[in-house]
């Protein structure tokens, strides 16, 4: 959203969660965006957790389109959530790679049909836990999940010093 490139290392040292939605999702991405927000708000002073929501919408969704829908959620700190857009294959092979089913289907509304699954990925880039990011008690499991995995993380580095 703020026409930074985003890569492997923007993350490096950090956990993410991962979601794929569009701005103009009329069904479950208002409810994720929310759960992702709560998520976001949870974690905002914890340096160690990064947040990154990829549109699937590559046409409509503009870098000026996702700055826009970032603000108008109240999101303003772009170095903690990412709201980012690019090359339709790339995007589409992320999500294939974490098992996030995106059709593009006339019949849908807006034209695609996609998961609601928010994805924790670790440090190593390995995926740790998925919610269904329009459940409220799921996303609260993933949270915790969270935490657990932060706290590995905390473990392993005391023992390292």
């Known amino acids: 959203q703020d026409s930074a490139i985003i890569t492997n290392e923007t993350f490096e040292d950090q956990i993410y969660i991962t979601d794929f939605f569009f ?24 340096p160690n957790v990064a947040f990154v929501s990829h549109t699937i919408d590559v046409r409509r969704d503009s870098v000026g389109r996702l700055k826009q829908y970032a603000e108008n959620i109240g999101i303003g700190n772009a170095d903690k959530w990412h709201f980012v857009t690019g090359d339709k294959e790339a995007i589409y092979e992320n999500a294939d790679e974490y098992f996030n089913i995106i059709v593009e289907d006339s019949d849908a509304p807006e034209g695609f049909d996609h998961s609601g699954r928010f994805i924790l990925v670790d440090k190593d880039r390995h995926v740790r836990a998925f919610a269904n990011g329009t459940n409220p008690e799921e996303v609260d499991h993933l949270r915790e999940d969270i935490e657990k995995l932060l706290k590995e993380y905390e473990k392993s580095e005391s023992i390292v010093e």
């Open 23 to 46: 701005t103009s999702c009329p069904t479950i991405c208002p409810k994720m965006t929310q759960q992702m927000k709560n998520l976001h708000e949870y974690f905002i002073d914890n």
